[in-house]
């Protein structure tokens, strides 16, 4: 058998396996759906209501300066000076090598002189 036949052959088998493995999943799915169809589903009681996660304020008291404490200001300003003096990291350098056409083999192979 050449080599061509033989990948063609590996790739149908292979293909076959993924679908058929595919469908008895399909077939696992679709039986359990038939067996716990029957099943009763929990009740919420009539009373229960839809409760939102969090409640918004329709009018937000405005906070003036004076009501913030002092070592509140001064932890925010520790934190914020800690921040910026982080140093970011930078990606690495890269650098672009073109060879001009009929360039000799040593060169083209990454021993540049």
Known sequence: MSEFLQAVNVTILGMGLVF???GL?????MGLLWALR???RPQRPADARPVA???L????EA???AEVPGEVVAAIAVALATWKG?????????SVVTFTPGAPGWRALGRLS
């Open 86 to 94: 982080q140093e970011t990291t930078r990606p690495p350098q890269t």
């Open 20 to 22: 058929a493995s595919l």
């Open 38 to 40: 029957g099943q009763p």
């Open 63 to 65: 906070s003036s300066p």
């Open 57 to 60: 304020d329709p009018e937000p």
């Open 53 to 55: 996660p969090f409640q």
């Open 25 to 29: 999943l399909m077939l696992i799915i």
